[in-house]
Every structure is written in C-alpha cells, then in structure tokens.
C-alpha cells in the first residue's frame, strides 16, 4: 500500500485554468506538508497542517489554497496558474509537528505539473 | 539560521568504487540531519537520518552518514556503488520547534551521482 499518494502524476494545463492536487496518507499522520520542486531541483516547502489545521503558510501566491478535510487528507489547488507555476510538487505526512528521533516525513511521488 | 550545503552538484564514480556526497550544514543549535534520494521521476525516500544519537548512521541500501561537530558536516559514503544508485541526493537540516518555526526542513541544492558501467 502507498504511504502517501498524490494524484494526478502528471498534469499538463494552460496558463489561467484552475487545477487541484489531492494527497491522502494511510498512515495515521497528524501533520502533512506540501513541497515545491523547482526546475533546479531546489525543494522548499509551501504549507503544513496539523489536525487539519494551517501552522505554515511560507511566501506563497494567494492563488495556492490548501483544503485539510480530515487529517488524512491535504489537497492543494491553484488558480489562474501562470508559467512560473510549472514545478514538481510533492506532499508528504509525518506522525506530529517536528523533527526528533522518532519524527519522520515521508513524501509522495509527486505531481509534475506543466502550463503552457 | 539553519541552512546546508551541498558541496557538489553532480559526482560521477565508476560501479564498485567508493561514494561520497559532502555536504556542510549551519545550526545555531543541535540540528536533525537528513539525507534523502530522488530516483528519476520519482518521490523522495529516506535514505537515513540523525537525530543526536550515535554520530555515525546507517541507512538503506549500504549508504552511511556520519555527523561530524567539528566540521559542521555530514557526508554521505557508500563502499561500491551500484548503477542503480544512480539518483538526485539532498542534504536535510531541520527546522527547530521555537521561535516561529515549526521543525522544517531546509532542502540541499541536491547532488546527482551519475554511476558508470
């Protein structure tokens, strides 16, 4: 069973659609994460919610808005997508806030996303 | 402020000869120290990770890692190389849980070794 799942895999659109990402964890994590992979491969990270709740919100367009259903559950959807959004784009979950000795963060597969 | 950094983007070895992946971190405190892969259209998977216990950590697939304080680094070794070690590598700091943050990663620039027949 895959940990982490995102879908779509792929995802080719054009300049000023709307799309969505979704994420979901089996794992019974209380926090998940959405990354960015640049076309340079640099990876920083977007948002995280805990209990369904936003506790990072980095420098992010207003036009990315994560949604936290439940716990198990963190989509991301973008609107009117512009060229500079095409990216890699990785969610991840971990047992609770934090990094320690028994905290790990497991990522997704990660959703390609091209607009043209 | 944590940041890493990852001394070369690309390394190129032969199969069966020695890896290593250096990378050099900055911590104001005792920091949580990652190395994750990226194969080629594919996720991250968690190579290995030190947390403040033993300074030198074993990972998957016969990689090592040892944290040196003296040094700020954290290399990553490997004894052969296997072509499928073939991947994008990243060098992770953590984020501490005070002053605003919230345990964040702070990501590497990333090495790609390239493993030659």
């Known amino acids: 069973d895959t940990a982490v799942s995102q879908t779509p895999k792929y995802l080719v659109t054009q300049m000023g659609n709307d799309k969505s990402i979704k994420c979901e964890q089996n794992l019974g994590h209380d926090t998940m994460y959405w990354y960015k992979q640049d076309s340079k491969k640099f990876l920083k990270i977007m948002f995280s919610?805990?209990?369904?709740?936003?506790?990072i919100n980095e420098t992010v367009p207003n036009r990315f808005s994560p949604k936290s259903p439940d716990k198990a559950h963190l989509n991301l959807h973008i609107n009117s997508l512009e060229l500079g959004d095409s990216a890699v784009y990785f969610c991840?979950?971990?047992?609770?806030?934090?990094?320690?000795?028994?905290?790990?963060?497991?990522f997704g597969e990660g959703s390609w996303l091209t607009v043209v | 402020a944590q940041s890493v950094t990852q001394l070369d983007s690309h390394v190129s070895v032969s199969e069966g000869t020695p890896v290593l992946l250096r990378c050099n971190y900055s911590?104001?405190?005792?920091?949580?120290l990652f190395w994750y892969v990226q194969h080629p259209n594919k996720g991250l998977q968690l190579l290995l990770k030190y947390t403040s216990a033993a300074t030198l950590v074993k990972g998957i697939n016969g990689f090592e890692a040892e944290f040196k304080k003296s040094e700020t680094s954290f290399h990553l070794t490997k004894p052969s190389a296997h072509m499928s070690d073939a991947a994008e590598y990243f060098c992770v700091v953590s984020e501490p849980i005070y002053g605003g943050s919230q345990g964040n990663l702070i990501f590497g620039k990333g090495t790609k070794l390239s493993v030659k027949p």
């Open positions: 991840a979950s971990s047992q609770r806030v934090g990094v320690s000795s028994g905290n790990t963060i497991y």
């Open positions: 919610y805990n209990n369904k709740e936003l506790i």
């Open positions: 911590s104001s405190y005792s920091p949580s």
